[in-house]
């Protein structure tokens, strides 16, 4: 076999063609997987439309034309190129998709994710040459990638959890910034979407006794509630509902931290959302408390510095995470303490990809999970 089926996109705004390709040699540092499941996000209709790089003339994000989009490959690795020591075929692996150049200071220095050169494979990045150098997105049947950007999964962990990573992996790494754990309070601003249930889920794995939660869908809500309801509190907004030092949400934040205010706080809220929904938790964080965004918000946030300064509040943004932080989440669901089954996984062939991008707006907030499976190509 010497072809493959690939969904491309040829043109912004039209549906996805499946090509046939031929499949990639990989270079020596490289690996080839088959690809079992393909994670697809709700973003990636707004990646593929380019409204990322509208906000930035001059840099061009995506990448060149036709391209193979998809974020969160998972496979069987097939072969190996003759530098790779740590993987075999028949090994299963989820490929992260973080892209680094591997030379600037920063990836010297061991921070991969402020590489200026960071590139998503199969998505949008600041790179077009490391798009160039790997052009394969999850949505096609076989892709290269580099060594190490594969997390090798146990048997226990299937490939449609594993195609779940890009929004776990997202929340943890923030929330391991937080010290999210033992002793820990932790709000979930947009506790029921698809990165703020996976926050949940974690916040749960790593201990926190308790977990509040900010929504909008009542029976959402009360679902992520029922994960564990000794542990987790949710609370219902709506555009009307005020925030500040004193309002009904913050003092019912306080009531459930025995007055102090949450220790931490995660944004997850969607592209799209407002200012004043992104700034309604920071004021539920007790003094010295820490806030850190993985959220898509747009729109300028008018904060008070004072404020900030004489609450010793920290706010940071996260993007991403790392192989390593892979690894901790295939061995946490592997060992059972990061439980996974609340995940409801939709499951499409790849010749059904555009159908799948038009399903994602029809799910059950986070729970659904939307796998695109090239092994069904048809
Ligand atoms: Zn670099």
Redesign the pocket.
């Known amino acids: 076999m010497t072809t493959m089926i690939a969904a491309r996109v040829h043109k912004q705004n039209e549906p996805m063609r499946l090509d046939r390709i031929p499949i990639p040699t990989p270079r020596s540092t490289d690996v080839l997987v088959e690809v079992k499941a393909c994670g697809i996000v709700p973003n990636l209709a707004r990646v593929i439309a380019n409204t990322f790089s509208s906000q930035q003339s001059g840099t061009r994000l995506l990448p060149p034309l036709p391209a193979i989009f998809g974020l969160d490959p998972t496979g069987i690795i097939t072969r190996v190129g003759d530098q790779v020591r740590s993987v075999r075929p028949g090994n299963r692996v989820y490929v992260n998709p973080a892209r ?5 200071r ?2 010297r220095s061991g921070h ?1 994710l402020d ?3 960071f590139t998503f494979q199969g998505y949008f990045g600041r790179s077009q040459e490391i798009m160039k150098a790997y052009p394969y997105g999850g949505l096609c049947q076989f892709i290269t990638a580099p060594e190490d950007a594969l997390v090798k999964l146990p048997d226990s962990v299937s490939y449609e959890t594993a195609a779940r990573f890009g929004y776990l992996g997202t929340a943890y790494a923030a929330m391991k910034t937080l010290g999210v754990g033992p002793g820990q309070t932790f709000l979930v601003n947009g506790i029921s979407g698809m990165l703020g249930l996976n926050a949940v889920m974690l916040a749960l794995a790593m201990g926190a006794t308790m977990i509040l939660g900010i929504g909008r869908n009542r029976m959402l809500l009360d679902r992520v509630k029922a994960l564990s309801p000794k542990r987790i509190e949710v609370y219902a907004v709506d555009e009307s509902t005020p925030i500040g030092p004193d309002d009904p949400f913050v003092l019912w934040a306080r009531s459930m931290t025995e007055g102090y205010g949450v220790d931490s706080s995660l944004d997850c809220l969607p592209p799209g959302a407002s200012s004043t929904a992104f700034m309604r938790p920071l004021f539920a964080l007790r003094r010295g408390g820490r806030a850190a965004t993985v959220g898509g918000v747009r729109e300028v946030v008018p904060l008070n510095a004072f404020w900030l300064m004489t609450n010793r509040i920290g706010l940071q943004g996260s993007v991403w995470f790392t192989t390593g932080d892979g690894e901790d989440m295939a061995a946490m669901v592997a060992a059972g303490t990061l439980d996974v089954s609340p995940l409801e996984h939709r499951v499409f062939p790849l010749t059904q990809v555009n159908d799948a991008m038009a399903a994602l707006n029809d799910r059950n907030g986070g729970f659904t999970n939307f796998i695109v499976d090239p092994t069904r190509a048809g």
């Open positions: 680094k150049c591997g030379s600037c920063m990836c991969p590489c200026p050169s």
